[in-house]
């Protein structure tokens, strides 16, 4: 019996992961991340979101650039 537990449990658990790795985790990082940003840029004012998201991506591009 404890068998046929595991085989079920297995047979459910893998395309959940395929699921969630393949399809679902791609489409939650489409919507989250922009919302992220406009949520912080309104909490922020766009002033400062625009000028501190320069920054990063300046530091971001220099990382780059030391690393090669």
Do not use: D, N, W
């Amino acid at each position: 019996m404890q068998y046929l537990s595991l085989f079920i449990g297995y047979i459910l658990f893998i395309p959940f992961i395929f699921f969630y790795s393949y399809i679902l985790g791609p489409a939650l990082k489409m919507v989250l991340i922009p919302g992220g940003l406009a949520v912080l840029c309104l909490i922020m004012g766009p002033k400062a979101f625009f000028s501190h998201f320069k920054r990063a991506k300046a530091l971001s591009i220099e990382e780059l650039v030391v690393s090669k």
